[in-house]
């Protein structure tokens, strides 16, 4: 067979209602088309990998590498199909149909692309504000990377819902009221999925922390979405909803450099006023004696029930508690020495009771007028 028989046949011979020649050009079209988009997708990931490596554009080509690895080589496949199928002479409603996958094939790409992107912006986020403990499971980072694709995905949806001749009106309307009953009936794991995301967004504690809430003292152990752990001084974890947790005061002590400690003492009322001017001077001594601590004041400060009351206020230096406790110990008993050297006791609570001397009750019935004589009758 001669070229021009070929090519004579090519064009009279038709498969499926469509001449062999334009079915030969619509596959060569797609082929070409998958070869191309491959080869520029395996140049621009192998450039953007080289730029990675490199210190001037790293962090740049770090993002188009990620977000170019989310392309599917399947939909790849079905764009130069698509091209092929252009290059046919179709009816009107099948280049329709391919208008419509060309938008099904656009919108599914951008989705993985933006979904590639949204796994790096948690990852940057979770490095960034997990540096002081890596270790953590950070509540924040999970529902940023939760909330941040069904909003992709839903929008995703739509379009493509939308471009397929849907009401999407109609369709978003009917969510509408279904979220409002799934939100009726899940109010309270709601209610802890907005506390928790409160929690990561103000950070009043972040794992590893001591905090206080209420009668429960301890360490952060986790930060969930619906409940935190906490890891008591007794040893036990508590696990509390986090809608129950920000209700409450809570007490964090990370950023405490300091400890501020007041006290109270009393000495008997008989106390010389010389000997009562002298003790605030002598905790002065005791207090300035310590290098880790910073005296305030040690005043008078009221004449009590069972004495004379003093108030002394001072800064510890550091925020440890044992260190407190025992700097405390120190100050109370070189407090005793000093007390025993003037003389003066500790006043103790002391109780007076006065006794009524005896009367008759105001019930008790009077005595009789006469002897009572007691006999028989004859």
């Known amino acids: 067979m001669d070229t021009a028989s070929a090519t004579a046949w090519l064009h009279h011979e038709t498969f499926w209602g469509m001449s062999a ?104 986020y979770r490095v960034h504000h997990g540096a002081t403990n890596p270790s953590q499971i950070s509540a924040s980072a999970t529902l940023m990377s939760w909330g941040l694709r069904t909003l992709l995905w839903a929008t995703v949806l739509l379009a493509i819902l939308s471009n397929l001749g849907v009401n999407i009106t109609a369709f978003v309307a009917s969510l509408g009221v279904g979220g409002i009953a799934i939100a009726l009936a899940v109010q309270n794991v709601l209610g802890d999925l907005f506390a928790s995301m409160a929690i990561a967004v103000d950070k009043p504690f972040e794992v590893g922390d001591f905090i206080v809430v209420g009668s429960i003292a301890g360490t952060v152990q986790q930060i969930g979405v619906k409940t935190t752990r906490i890891r008591s001084l007794s040893g036990e974890q508590v696990v509390m909803s986090n809608t129950d947790l920000l209700k409450q005061t809570i007490n964090n002590y990370r950023y405490m450099q300091e400890r501020r400690i007041v006290f109270k003492f009393s000495v008997p009322y008989g106390t010389r006023p010389e000997d009562a001017e002298a003790i605030p001077q002598a905790v002065r001594r005791i207090i300035e004696a310590e290098p880790q601590a910073r005296f305030d004041r040690a005043h008078l400060l009221a004449f009590g029930d069972s004495g004379l009351t003093y108030e002394v206020v001072y800064i510890v230096l550091d925020p440890g508690y044992n260190l407190y406790m025992d700097l405390q110990q120190k100050i109370n008993l070189a407090l005793m020495r000093e007390l025993q050297a003037l003389g003066v006791p500790f006043a103790v609570p002391v109780r007076t009771l006065q006794m009524a001397p005896d009367q008759p009750a105001p019930w008790a019935p009077p005595p009789p007028a006469g002897p009572l004589h007691v006999g028989a009758r004859a």
Not at 46 to 70: C, F, I, P, T, Y
Not at 73 to 102: C, F, K, N, S, T
């Open 21 to 124: 020649a334009s079915l030969l050009i619509a596959t060569a079209a797609a082929l070409g088309t998958y070869l191309v988009l491959t080869v520029l997708l395996g140049w621009s990931m192998a450039r953007a990998k080289r730029n990675a490596e490199s210190h001037e554009q790293h962090g740049a080509a770090q993002v188009a590498l990620q977000v170019l690895s989310g392309t599917s080589h399947l939909l790849i496949l079905l764009a130069a199909l698509l091209v092929g199928a252009g290059m046919l002479d179709l009816p009107q409603r099948w280049h329709d149909r391919v208008g419509q996958l060309w938008f099904l094939a656009v919108a599914l790409q951008i989705g993985l692309w933006g979904t590639r992107a949204t796994v790096l912006v948690v990852d940057r």
